[in-house]
């Protein structure tokens, strides 16, 4: 079954204001999470990772949060930008020295942005 | 530096026809996927490489074959079209295994009717 799944399939954010996308994941050896950003017609796009030793991470207007005790990840994206619109999926894998097949992703979530 | 190209980008089959789609990359990655997307299921593996010469079954692997001859390409054909395989069809590679960023083309949209 779907071991990585989100809370919600669609976000609506007013453009300017942060957005929480969130995932639940079931696998507690799971050591190492992606998030993903597809947008319309086009192959999903690597966004941030994260892995199991940290519980946040930062990059450019985005931070992953990673909570094991909830088996709960998030990602924020900061003051939304109309170019942030796409479907946004979470997914991992655990660390077996390499193994090329653990990947699971989840659904997806939609960010819609309101002008 | 154009990362990975699909081709076609579009094709629709008859039941029955065959097909191969070709995935290449130039980042000199060791590990290549096949991976198929429909509505509500999210992406599943279809077959992997973990380099030159070798496969492995994913999740879905039915109904289709893989060749990895070269190390930048990634073959995924389909010997007997069915309705079922109507999907997009994306590949994607990476420096090692799937705790590293996969990198993806833009997808191969796939109609069997």
């Known amino acids: 079954g779907e071991s990585v799944g989100l809370h919600l399939p669609t976000l609506s954010v007013q453009e300017g204001d942060n957005s929480i996308i969130n995932c639940a994941y079931s696998?507690?050896?799971?050591?190492?999470f992606i998030w993903y950003k597809q947008e319309s017609g086009k192959g999903p796009q690597f966004i941030i990772d994260i892995r199991s030793n940290m519980d946040k991470r930062q990059g450019q207007r985005v931070t992953v949060l990673l909570n094991k005790t909830v088996k709960h990840l998030s990602l924020q994206i900061a003051a939304t930008q109309p170019g942030d619109s796409a479907v946004y999926f979470c997914a991992e894998t655990v660390d077996s020295g390499g193994g090329a097949d653990g990947l699971t992703f989840g659904k997806g979530t939609h960010l819609i942005i309101q002008p | 530096n154009a990362g990975v190209t699909q081709t076609p980008k579009f094709r629709v089959l008859k039941t029955g026809q065959s097909m191969t789609l070709l995935c290449a990359q130039d980042m000199n990655h060791e590990y290549m996927y096949w991976y198929r997307q429909d509505p509500g299921m999210g992406l599943r593996l279809i077959h992997y490489s973990v380099g030159e010469g070798t496969t492995a079954k994913g999740e879905v692997p039915d109904g289709y074959n893989v060749s990895r001859l070269k190390k930048q390409n990634f073959l995924l054909g389909l010997e007997s079209a069915a309705p079922s395989q109507t999907s997009v069809y994306f590949c994607a590679s990476s420096r090692q295994g799937a705790d590293s960023p996969l990198h993806f083309g833009n997808g191969t949209r796939l109609t069997v009717t």
């Open positions: 696998n507690s050896a799971s050591d190492y």
